[in-house]
């Protein structure tokens, strides 16, 4: 059993301005990100330039930070919401989620497949490889900043966080771990496969989900909220649920396009060879 490490969770001050390794880690995500999707660009039926990739960062980017803080207050705070509507525009307060982030993103999506002529689930399956790692590296500004306290634990890697007198599973870095790098190897794997459309995405949902929930038996349950169904379901494992059934969804979706896509041209290739044997 250890000491949580005590690491200031500013990394850079500059007179009144304070870089916080939370906000570094978000920056270096969305660079890695682009650079994952910038490798994948060639492997595209329609390639992306280096300015189509920055410009749907940058809808990425509002879409996690607004949808983050949106999801937070109202799947976390909803009570603090009624007394105080405005707690949902301070960003500057703390508190993100990460299912609000993947609601924002996917509205902040579907807008860039819009304007820019692209179908919707091109563009999610296209982004789904790079998204992992970044979130793998918000996982580890969590850790910096001595959130996501674990469940109560006798383990040997056990932590005893800031304040408290009780080792705890450091459940940061497991969800750092499978969210991450795990993640990551799994979807970019499936991704080379070039299966249907939307099966990126469906897989994506699929993994997460099912990563988060299992992490979440090692993390504390929220203070405010404890268990919110069948006396041992959390709030993060709720919301993953749905994206477990919609991610499903969209992968028997796409492997029933290309099953159908398949037999068609086998059906063609039949009618070809009797014609030409007549």
Known sequence: M???PIIDPVAISLGPLNIHWYAISY???FFICWRIMLSMS???RQPWTRDALWDLISYGVFG???GGRMGYVLFYGFD???NDPLSLLRIWQGGMSFHGGLLGVIAALALYARRHGRRFLEVTDFVAPGAP???GLGRIGNFINAELPGR???VPWALIYPGDVVGRHPSSLYQMCLEGPVLFGLV?????QGRGLGFNSGAFLVLYAAFRFTTEFFRAPDPHMGFVALGWMTQGQALCVPMIILGLYLMLRAQSQVNADAGAIAAVQKRSRKRKTK
């Open 27 to 29: 920056l270096l995500g």
């Open 80 to 82: 603090q919401f009624l």
């Open 2 to 4: 250890f000491n949580y």
């Open 133 to 135: 790692l970044a979130l």
């Open 188 to 192: 970019y794997l499936i991704a080379r």
């Open 64 to 66: 996690v930070i607004l």
């Open 42 to 44: 060639p492997m595209q």
């Open 152 to 154: 109560i634990t006798d």
